[in-house]
């Protein structure tokens, strides 16, 4: 059934107020960035004004964002290579093993992310200060993975069940073990998995904040920390926070555009099953 | 039977093993850790205070607290209008961009984007936005004559405010879910419902909702466990306040560790919480599973 | 020919000298210190001219800012370990309690003393020293004096028809205000709703009389509450217990009268904090508000404060007090400490970068440069030609004459929690009364407190004039 010209003329008039009203934040924190700041709070708001490029040059000069950039992607394709090796081995282990114990363990996997962050954060400090590994991307890389380890094994797990057993025993028969067999037979059929994985686990890491405050310093500091630093004791300096926010959220916006089709097959296939 | 035995500890021995060392080996410090801490008054600012056993004082401590206990429903509360909302919109607004009508797949990538956002930041924009002379929101409002409404300096409003910025940023996270899942309905129902002369409604409430009820299920889940942790848009938005109105079971154990470095009282209360939140999910697993059952009869 | 020849020979020593000099003063030559800082104008005017210093003595200073929300968090955990990261901390002055008895922060008194000359000790506001001590020990450097004082708008109090309207009213002269009560007519009569009339003018949006903080947020409702506290006579402690005792009759009537300027205030009060609420009067949209010294600094500059772009004018005065007498001024200081574990080596190269740091010379430097630091330097803020320039420095200078330093208790963070949470809860209306609100905040500090002895709790609200200061 053709939807008649009135519910076309509906539907398109709801899904613009729709995007409307979900991309205006968006759209503020660009228009914020680029204002200077006596008028950042004039009422009515100014939407009309010169825009300056000030604010993205406070950040590069006032801080050393380009070096927190790259502190930033470091920590986060660190923490998602990890992640997504040793996390989708996790879940195709607990897909295949027919043990009944096997749901313990993924239950116990799993409850990994359910433990209050703010607790740990102490003796983090303390047993990276011990081990030397303080302000060093290693430490966050090890902690975010502690987050991303459940989360690639709870979203594989689900694109592992859809892999018909029967493919991997007719490799098994044409002599391949069961690593080999994972790898070229099993494997290359969860790639929308494997992405959406990795996009979770990067965004995860590079959105990060509390972690990145206590355990980074000068040498290691990630952008959400570089970000919240213009929150300090006498302002808030909005011009320079939401320019870096636009920065920030430049590779969530890239994903999205890019591997939209990916996230939203991946992000259903895993959890259909559940 | 062996065969599959033999099979398991195999797949059990190069899989699994590596995630079960690399997660045992990175967190069992910091848990018996914070463990040790919880029997103990431990006050990290104030090391001349004996930093002595103190058994399960703590945990009496959090379990008899006014404030522990405001702080849980405050977390259910808000649990409850960001999962129900999420729920409601994200299904609603899948429904729409799920249309075959040119226009619709850019609608459908656009609406991703706050989810990749980071939390501080939705913190900060939101903020931004409540301010309740200066900010946009209340101007906007006041242009269709609404408000102004004092968004985050209200003790009755503050929740919600908080509660707006979540859903803004996870609805996407359910509408994507749903969207990919109506994609992958079979036809056939629809024609047999539509043949029967059934209504639009009818054939969502009886046909499209049972189908989507597992994703839903599983998205609304996920989404529940980290709703419960919630922390970086408090944290920037209002630290709890104004007054109490906006303390989650997070800001409490902030609170307790940091503001009053009583780290004992904190780390018990991060048992507790820890064990309501397995306890909950235990029970949503085990329904799970009893419902799955009696399909599969 | 005579002249010259010793103008020749002065050359000559001076170089001599200057060269003597090089080779002395860079002991500390590859020495590399970290600063736990913060992105405001106490670190932000000295942070990009670093590399000068490192010129000059061969010191590298990194400068890590961080969010103020988080800071102290990190600061603590980082005085827990032995082996430090940062060896320069930056502290705000209420904290010094705290990071003093747990011996977070080197005592500086003998370098201080050692160094008096040359950092010019007497030129330094003897409060501002004191803020920076703990029993008596000076832990930390101020690098921004704080003072609570009174902004009001000049150009509205000297409008004929305004003070005339005024007197007619309240019968008395309009002015700034010298006690709580007047400053309570003041707001009130400030308060204009759009369409009335303001100075002559239509109003195109409501005008308030005050902006006060009521946010609970990093306690900002306290900051505002204890200046009127201790206006109305209130103390913190029990000079006999050294417990809590904010629940007396001054406190209480202290937080009703805070209560009674709400109608005065924008309808977000209970979010106002900091700069939300200091930027109604940068934009000149109240008439009456008390604050601390460091957003001062921005009502003379166009670039922040849009009251200077559009010509409106700011008075400055002393916080009001209850019986107009003179009070002791509310103050507070931002400051430089250095960690007590760092290696000898570094911490006397950390007091090397102190001295630079808050300096005369630099000071001076950011003032003719028409940046605006809170100065606690009494040559800077007596000068004529910089009175001039920033006309706030006489009530800097004269206010701190007669002042008593800000809470300095290691539990600080415990009072400055209750109480922002519970005056929250009172002011939004969720507790009844005052006295109930205050007994709650001052309960939770006591269970904390109680555990300790007398003399400990005695030591501890016992402020010991500091040792530098001693003749």
């Given amino acids: 059934m053709t939807p008649s010209l009135r519910e076309k003329f509906l539907t398109y008039l709801l899904v613009i107020i729709i995007l409307v009203v979900f991309m205006t934040p968006i759209y503020l924190i660009l228009v914020s960035s680029l204002k200077p700041s006596p008028i950042m709070f004039s009422r009515p708001p100014r939407f009309i004004f010169t825009p300056t490029l000030q604010n993205y040059y406070d950040l590069f000069t006032m801080r050393p964002f380009h070096l927190q950039i790259l502190n930033s992607l470091l920590v986060a394709l660190g923490s998602t290579a990890f992640s997504l090796t040793i996390g989708t081995m996790a879940a195709y282990a607990v897909s295949r093993i027919k043990h009944r114990r096997i749901n313990d363990v993924a239950f116990w996997i799993l409850s990994m992310r359910m433990f209050p962050p703010i607790a740990v954060v102490v003796p983090y400090y303390i047993i990276f200060k011990t081990m030397g590994l303080l302000d060093t991307p290693l430490a966050l890389i090890i902690v975010y993975s502690t987050f991303n380890i459940p989360l690639t094994v709870w979203l594989m797990k689900g694109f592992f069940d859809e892999v018909p057993e029967a493919l991997e025993e007719a490799a098994q028969v044409d002599g391949h073990g069961v690593i080999a067999t994972f790898f070229r037979v099993t494997l290359p059929l969860t790639a929308p998995g494997l992405a959406v994985s990795a996009v979770f686990c990067f965004i995860f890491s590079w959105n990060e904040f509390l972690f990145a405050l206590m355990l980074t310093g000068s040498k290691s500091q990630t952008v959400t920390v570089a970000v919240m630093s213009f929150w300090s004791s006498d302002a808030v300096q909005w011009g320079r926070i939401m320019a870096g926010s636009f920065v920030i959220l430049i590779p969530g916006v890239i994903f999205v555009l890019t591997c939209q089709r990916w996230l939203v097959k991946g992000l259903t296939m895993g959890s259909v099953k559940g | 039977m062996s065969h599959t035995a033999n099979r398991d500890r195999r797949i059990a021995a190069v899989f699994l093993i590596p995630a079960i060392v690399v997660l045992f080996a990175t967190t069992i410090y910091p848990m018996l850790y914070a463990l040790w801490l919880s029997f103990r008054n431990y006050d990290l600012a104030k090391p001349f205070i004996p930093r002595i056993f103190v058994g399960l004082a703590n945990y009496a401590e959090v379990l008899t607290s006014k404030a522990f206990f405001h702080a849980l429903i405050t977390t259910f509360k808000l649990m409850a209008m960001t999962l129900s909302a999420q729920l409601v919109l994200g299904v609603g607004i899948a429904l729409l961009v799920s249309q075959k009508l040119p226009g619709m797949a850019l609608a459908r990538t656009l609406l991703l984007i706050p989810m990749m956002i980071s939390p501080v930041i939705v913190g900060l924009v939101w903020l931004f936005l409540y301010f309740p002379e200066l900010g946009y929101l209340n101007y906007f409002l006041g242009l269709v004559g609404i408000g102004p409404v004092p968004w985050i300096s209200s003790t009755q409003w503050a929740l919600t405010a908080i509660a707006i910025g979540d859903i803004w940023q996870w609805t996407p996270f359910i509408m994507m879910g749903t969207a990919a899942a109506l994609q992958s309905l079979s036809p056939e129902p629809y024609e047999a419902a539509r043949i029967d002369g059934n209504s639009r409604w009818d054939v969502f409430r009886y046909v499209t909702l049972p189908q989507l009820k597992p994703v839903l299920v599983s998205l609304l889940f996920l989404r529940a466990i980290d709703a419960f942790k919630i922390y970086d848009i408090i944290f920037v938005l209002t630290k709890g306040g104004p007054a109490d109105a906006t303390e989650v079971i997070s800001l409490y154990i902030y609170r307790q560790s940091f503001t009053f470095w009583r780290m004992g009282v904190g780390a018990a209360a991060s048992f507790v919480s820890l064990i309501i939140i397995s306890v909950l999910i235990t029970l949503f697993f085990k329904q799970m599973q009893r419902g799955q059952a009696a399909r599969a009869r | ?471």
């Fill in chain 3, 1 to 471: 020919m005579m002249q010259w020849k010793k103008t020749m020979w002065a050359a000559g020593a001076v170089l001599a000298m200057t060269g003597a000099a090089w080779a002395q003063d860079k002991p500390f030559a590859g020495v590399e210190l970290k600063m736990l800082g913060i992105g405001d104008t106490s670190v932000t005017r000295v942070a990009p001219i670093v590399g000068e210093f490192e010129q000059a003595t061969g010191i590298k200073v990194h400068i890590d800012q961080l969010p103020y929300p988080g800071l102290i968090d990190k600061i603590i955990v980082e005085a827990s370990s032995d082996s430090p990261t940062y060896q320069l901390l930056w502290v705000d002055s209420p904290w010094v309690g705290m990071l003093g008895e747990a011996g977070a922060l080197e005592d500086l008194t003998s370098r201080a003393k050692r160094d008096a000359a040359e950092i010019g000790l007497d030129d330094i506001i003897p409060i501002q020293l004191q803020e920076n001590t703990w029993q008596g020990k000076l832990l930390a450097f101020p690098a921004s004096g704080m003072v609570w004082s009174t902004n009001y708008r000049k150009d509205l109090f000297e409008n004929p028809e305004e003070a005339a309207a005024f007197k007619a009213k309240y019968g008395y002269d309009l002015a700034p205000a010298k006690t709580w009560a007047q400053y309570r007519d003041i707001a009130e009569f400030f308060t204009r709703k759009k369409g009335e009339k303001l100075a002559g003018e239509v109003l195109d949006k409501d005008f308030y009389g005050t902006a006060q903080a009521y946010s609970r947020v990093q306690g900002a409702i306290t900051h505002d509450y204890f200046p009127i506290m201790r206006a109305f006579g209130g103390d913190y402690w029990d000079p006999k217990t050294g417990l809590c005792a904010m629940t007396g009759e001054p406190h209480i009537k202290a937080a009703e009268f805070m209560k009674s300027l709400i109608p005065f205030n924008p309808p977000d009060y209970l979010g106002l904090m900091w700069d939300l609420r200091t930027g109604y009067m940068e934009r000149g949209e109240d008439a009456i508000s008390s604050y601390w010294s460091v957003r001062t600094v921005r009502l003379t500059n166009p670039a922040e404060a849009k009251v200077a772009e559009k010509g409106l004018v700011v008075g400055y005065a002393p916080s009001p007090t209850v019986d107009g007498n003179p009070q002791p001024t509310y103050t507070g200081a931002l400051s430089f400490a250095i960690n007590s574990k760092a290696t000898d080596k570094e911490k006397e190269a950390a007091w090397v970068f102190i001295k630079w740091a808050t300096s005369e010379k630099l000071m001076r430097r950011f003032a003719e440069e028409g940046q605006g630091v809170s100065q606690f330097r009494k040559s800077i803020l007596s000068d004529p030609a910089l009175q001039a320039k920033y006309p706030y420095y006489k009530v800097l200078l004269e206010s701190q004459k007669n002042a008593r330093r800000r809470i300095f208790h290691p539990f600080y963070q415990a009072v400055e929690e209750n109480f922002g949470v519970e005056l929250s809860k009172y002011m939004a209306g969720e507790t009844a009364t005052a006295k109930e609100a205050l007994e709650t905040a001052c309960n939770a500090v006591n269970s904390q407190l109680s555990i300790f002895p007398v003399e400990q709790r005695l030591r501890w609200i016992n402020d010991v004039p500091a040792e530098v200061l001693a003749k």
